[in-house]
């Protein structure tokens, strides 16, 4: 018989339950009676496991995951230990996490059927989670839904980066209807003003300046001009403009205007130099703007070029998406359709036509610019809407390269390729990226590391510099550091002693089967002297072979003596030296092996006696 479960999930973790007989009450009419009933609910569906969250960013992960019809490897792993492995099947609630369950291997169930499941468990089981999320306490569920309500809301509202477009239209919306506004305001003031003082129109070209002087000069005849030189001096910025817009004021041909005319002239004088304030306002804010969301298409196109090329196509993401030829002709959609239905030539730019290289470009050479910067914009674009952090180093380096390519067009020489200079780009951009993240890295270390913690350490390490002067001045004692120092130095005492003592025994190994070898050696010469038949030869044969076996004892003797005193010195000067001991044990040996050999020539000396006497 098949056992189903269900999953529960909370704000405070994972339930999972078991159902008593589900394939006669899995219907709607027979849920709602189960559930109408606490006692009957509590017989029907009992209580399996339990899977806390831990934290809060733990709850945040899993729900976000959940509602993206997502499995953890927290939710995954509950189930694995909780459910078993065959003979079972899982009634969850949403499909999307049925699905991916399924995939998963899980036996799931997700119909109408367990919505109404659902309901009785937050119905009566929400005291029982509370009671096993807050470790056998009263505890209040809600607190753990609006925590975790507040915080899956924070995530949803985070700025993301390329979602920023949005302003960026806005922005370049506002702009273009205020460039627009204030043009044709300006022109108002000036032809308003203008039937007063009409001369000043051609003297100051610029509509913010010229509504500045407005308000200050105000009546031309009455304004005084000495005092006022020094105002009109500051908004002007040359002395030379000032006199001649005295001279013109003197030589002027306007007629005078009524007090409310003027006052009216005035006011709008000084909102059109507010609204321009805005506009300059609103274009470094564009600045700021796609610093963040588009910086490298910014430095090849320029800000208001890139607002109008992201808006036209409506987000960054589908700018990325289009080629370079849809982003030369971007904005000539009418022009386009027009040449195709006529078959005339088709329109060569769009809105790039507004781009200071296609505006230094001869004409000649306008069409090849216009295909090179739509091509270097939609590199730009999909740089700016897919790389990991913002940064406006291929555009810089498309920059130069664009300059390159205007003086190559006017007949300059030729300039690097396009592959070279992203690959150098490239190598700038993974050492900026590297170098961020170390500092995300450090950061967050810093972060989330507690303040707790560094006192303590600070403490510690006071505590332990106040003990040991105490310590040192109360017993007097050697500390532990030279102890350790002690045994390391007993223990290569011990070492050097031995391979002293090994090559002592080596060197009297030596020096034995050099005393062993004369004597059997004459021995043989003494069978050879047999066979001749010299007896006179046989006692001057004995008499060396006595000779020597008594010199070669006394040297051995007087070599393992010498060999004694090296061990001893070398263990005296281990003790004291510490540890450079090992070298000098080295040389010692060596030492003594050569002292071995003198000691030994003696007997080479006898040997050879011998065997002069054993031949005569």
């Given at each position: 018989?098949?056992?189903?479960?269900?999953?529960?999930?909370?704000?405070?973790?994972?339930?999972l339950?078991?159902?008593?007989?589900?394939?006669?009450?899995?219907?709607?009419?027979?849920?709602?009676?189960?559930?109408?009933?606490?006692?009957?609910?509590?017989?029907?569906?009992?209580?399996?496991?339990?899977?806390?969250?831990?934290?809060?960013?733990?709850?945040?992960?899993?729900?976000?995951?959940?509602?993206?019809?997502?499995?953890?490897?927290?939710?995954?792993?509950?189930?694995?230990?909780?459910?078993?492995?065959?003979?079972?099947?899982?009634?969850?609630?949403?499909?999307?996490?049925?699905?991916?369950?399924?995939?998963?291997?899980?036996?799931?169930?997700?119909?109408?059927?367990?919505?109404?499941?659902?309901?009785?468990?937050?119905?009566?089981?929400?005291?029982?989670?509370?009671?096993?999320?807050?470790?056998?306490?009263?505890?209040?569920?809600?607190?753990?839904?609006?925590?975790?309500?507040?915080?899956?809301?924070?995530?949803?509202?985070?700025?993301?980066?390329?979602?920023?477009?949005?302003?960026?239209?806005?922005?370049?919306?506002?702009?273009?209807s205020?460039?627009?506004?204030?043009?044709?305001?300006?022109?108002?003031?000036?032809?308003?003003?203008?039937?007063?003082?009409?001369?000043?129109?051609?003297?100051?070209?610029?509509?913010?300046?010229?509504?500045?002087?407005?308000?200050?000069?105000?009546?031309k005849?009455?304004?005084?001009?000495?005092?006022?030189a020094?105002?009109?001096?500051?908004?002007?910025?040359?002395?030379?403009?000032?006199?001649?817009?005295?001279?013109?004021?003197?030589?002027?041909?306007?007629?005078?205007?009524?007090?409310?005319?003027?006052?009216?002239?005035?006011?709008?004088?000084?909102?059109?130099?507010?609204?321009?304030?805005?506009?300059?306002?609103?274009?470094?804010?564009?600045?700021?703007?796609?610093?963040?969301?588009?910086?490298n298409?910014?430095?090849v196109?320029?800000?208001?070029?890139?607002?109008?090329?992201?808006?036209?196509?409506?987000?960054?993401?589908?700018?990325?998406?289009?080629?370079?030829?849809?982003?030369?002709?971007?904005?000539?959609?009418?022009?386009?359709?027009?040449?195709?239905?006529?078959?005339?030539?088709?329109?060569?730019y769009?809105?790039?036509?507004?781009?200071?290289?296609?505006?230094?470009?001869?004409?000649k050479?306008?069409?090849?610019?216009?295909?090179?910067?739509?091509?270097?914009?939609?590199?730009?674009?999909?740089?700016?809407?897919?790389?990991?952090?913002?940064?406006?180093?291929?555009?810089?380096?498309?920059?130069?390269?664009?300059?390159?390519?205007?003086?190559?067009?006017?007949?300059?020489?030729?300039?690097?390729t396009?592959?070279?200079?992203?690959?150098?780009?490239?190598?700038?951009?993974?050492?900026?990226?590297?170098?961020?993240?170390?500092?995300?890295?450090?950061?967050?270390?810093?972060?989330?590391a507690?303040?707790?913690?560094?006192?303590?350490?600070?403490?510690?390490?006071?505590?332990?510099?106040?003990?040991?002067?105490?310590?040192?001045?109360?017993?007097?004692?050697?500390?532990?550091?030279?102890?350790?120092?002690?045994?390391?130095?007993?223990?290569?005492?011990?070492?050097?002693?031995?391979?002293?003592?090994?090559?002592a025994?080596?060197?009297?190994a030596?020096?034995?089967?050099?005393?062993?070898?004369?004597?059997?050696?004459?021995?043989?010469?003494?069978?050879?002297?047999?066979?001749?038949?010299?007896?006179?030869?046989?006692?001057?044969?004995?008499?060396?072979?006595?000779?020597?076996?008594?010199?070669?004892?006394?040297?051995?003797?007087?070599?393992?003596?010498?060999?004694?005193?090296?061990?001893?010195?070398?263990?005296?000067?281990?003790?004291?030296?510490?540890?450079?001991?090992?070298?000098?044990?080295?040389?010692d040996?060596?030492?003594?092996?050569?002292?071995?050999?003198?000691?030994?020539?003696?007997?080479?000396?006898?040997?050879?006696?011998?065997?002069?006497?054993?031949?005569?």
């Amino acid at each position: 018989m098949t056992k189903t479960f269900f999953l529960f999930e909370t704000a405070a973790g994972y339930a999972l339950y078991q159902i008593e007989q589900w394939d006669q009450i899995g219907h709607v009419e027979a849920m709602e009676e189960v559930c109408s009933s606490e006692e009957r609910f509590k017989e029907t569906v009992k209580f399996k496991a339990f899977q806390p969250f831990t934290t809060a960013s733990d709850a945040l992960e899993n729900i976000r995951a959940v509602v993206e019809g997502e499995v953890t490897a927290m939710l995954s792993s509950f189930l694995s230990l909780n459910l078993p492995k065959k003979g079972t099947q899982l009634a969850v609630v949403d499909p999307g996490l049925g699905k991916t369950l399924s995939a998963k291997g899980f036996n799931v169930v997700y119909d109408p059927n367990v919505v109404e499941l659902l309901r009785g468990c937050r119905q009566h089981e929400m005291k029982n989670i509370a009671r096993l999320a807050s470790g056998a306490s009263a505890f209040d569920m809600d607190k753990f839904h609006v925590g975790l309500s507040h915080n899956y809301s924070r995530s949803k509202l985070q700025i993301d980066p390329r979602r920023m477009d949005k302003p960026v239209i806005n922005c370049v919306a506002l702009l273009d209807s205020l460039t627009k506004n204030l043009n044709s305001f300006a022109m108002r003031v000036r032809e308003w003003y203008g039937w007063h003082f009409p001369e000043l129109i051609k003297i100051v070209p610029d509509n913010k300046i010229y509504c500045q002087v407005v308000q200050i000069i105000c009546r031309k005849d009455k304004f005084d001009w000495e005092a006022g030189a020094a105002e009109l001096l500051k908004v002007l910025g040359d002395e030379d403009i000032v006199a001649n817009v005295k001279k013109a004021a003197g030589q002027s041909i306007g007629h005078e205007l009524s007090e409310p005319c003027m006052e009216n002239i005035l006011n709008f004088a000084k909102q059109v130099v507010k609204l321009e304030e805005m506009r300059e306002h609103l274009n470094t804010h564009l600045a700021n703007k796609l610093a963040v969301t588009a910086p490298n298409l910014s430095e090849v196109a320029g800000n208001i070029l890139t607002g109008r090329l992201i808006s036209h196509a409506g987000s960054l993401v589908n700018l990325a998406k289009m080629s370079a030829s849809s982003i030369q002709i971007l904005g000539a959609e009418k022009a386009l359709f027009r040449a195709l239905k006529t078959r005339s030539n088709t329109p060569k730019y769009g809105l790039i036509f507004q781009a200071n290289f296609i505006g230094r470009a001869s004409l000649k050479h306008k069409g090849r610019a216009a295909r090179y910067l739509a091509n270097k914009c939609a590199l730009a674009a999909r740089l700016d809407c897919f790389c990991d952090v913002n940064t406006n180093v291929y555009g810089k380096r498309m920059v130069e390269l664009l300059g390159k390519r205007m003086e190559y067009l006017a007949g300059g020489p030729q300039h690097e390729t396009s592959i070279e200079v992203m690959q150098a780009a490239a190598k700038e951009y993974q050492a900026i990226k590297a170098q961020k993240a170390s500092e995300k890295r450090t950061r967050d270390a810093l972060e989330n590391a507690p303040q707790h913690e560094s006192a303590h350490d600070v403490s510690m390490v006071s505590g332990s510099a106040d003990a040991e002067p105490a310590d040192d001045a109360s017993s007097g004692t050697v500390t532990e550091k030279p102890a350790k120092k002690s045994k390391k130095a007993k223990k290569d005492k011990s070492k050097k002693s031995d391979i002293a003592e090994e090559a002592a025994t080596e060197d009297t190994a030596d020096v034995a089967v050099a005393s062993v070898a004369p004597q059997k050696e004459p021995k043989k010469k003494s069978k050879k002297s047999k066979a001749e038949g010299g007896a006179s030869g046989k006692d001057s044969s004995s008499s060396a072979t006595d000779a020597s076996s008594t010199s070669v004892t006394a040297t051995t003797a007087v070599a393992a003596s010498k060999v004694e005193e090296a061990n001893v010195a070398a263990a005296v000067t281990s003790a004291e030296e510490g540890p450079k001991k090992r070298k000098k044990s080295k040389q010692d040996k060596s030492a003594d092996v050569a002292e071995a050999a003198e000691v030994g020539k003696p007997a080479k000396k006898a040997k050879k006696n011998k065997k002069k006497a054993a031949s005569e």
